[in-house]
């Protein structure tokens, strides 16, 4: 927030990382090889794009891929985001020597198991809803799947 004349600015955050953490720096950590059991049916849209496969998604892949899903439908339809990115990732600048301690903070990341919805759609025909996940797909380092609710 600050001031501009007469007017209080205040600046748009992006939501897909949380405000403040319980602590700065959290372990890296690995992603569960098996199905998760929560998380894996659609419960808001019609369509869905889901996981292939474990990993790690940063908070820019999860906005780049909302983008295109949303230029896509070109305001219809509606977006649900069902990852969120809650885990920061440090690293260390380059030409640093070992040690030291771990680095800064970097990025945010969220976990996704094998089988997870990560987005939802509605409110579009099947063919926009197909097209939005591919193009939502190559902005996204997984492999996944399109689904719909049956």
Request: glycine share 14%.
């Amino acid at each position: 927030m600050s001031k501009c004349g007469s007017h209080i600015v205040t600046k748009k955050r992006d939501v897909l990382y949380p405000k403040r953490t319980r602590y700065r720096k959290y372990r890296k950590g690995r992603c569960s090889r098996g199905c998760k059991t929560g998380g894996t049916q659609l419960g808001f849209g019609r369509y869905g794009i889901r996981s292939c496969g474990a990993g790690r998604i940063s908070y820019r892949a999860i906005g780049a891929a909302r983008r295109a899903i949303s230029g896509q439908f070109r305001r219809n339809g509606q977006i649900w985001v069902r990852v969120f990115a809650d885990l920061p990732i440090t690293g260390k600048p380059t030409e640093v020597r070992m040690g030291k301690g771990k680095g800064n903070p970097t990025g945010w990341i969220a976990r996704v198991s094998t089988g997870q919805i990560l987005f939802e759609m509605d409110g579009v025909s099947l063919s926009d809803a197909r097209q939005a996940a591919t193009l939502a797909a190559h902005k996204l380092c997984l492999s996944t799947k399109f689904v719909q609710w049956s």
